[in-house]
């Protein structure tokens, strides 16, 4: 697995982060992208500093392959 930056390292991704907050004010997006762009790095840096109004849930799904595990693997409590 790569390094990761963390949130503190993260430059040049502000106006991004920002659109992205905005888009899941009114609902939920999908964040595409080729492999090694920074995608998870942007997503843990928005989760280390989300606006206020926002709870930030960071679940790693990579390896869930069928409905019924993502279903384990997501639930919360």
Excluded: N, Y
């Excluded at 907050?21 to 995608?39: D, N, P, Q, V």
């Amino acid at each position: 697995m790569a390094t990761q930056l963390g949130a503190q390292s993260v430059f040049g991704r502000d106006k991004l982060i920002r659109r992205m907050w905005k888009h899941l004010e009114r609902g939920s997006l999908r964040f595409t992208a080729e492999r090694r762009i920074g995608k998870t790095t942007v997503m843990k840096k928005m989760a280390a500093e989300p606006p206020d109004g926002f709870e930030v849930v960071f679940l790693d799904v990579e390896g869930v392959d069928r409905p019924s595990a993502s279903s384990s693997t997501c639930s919360i409590g």
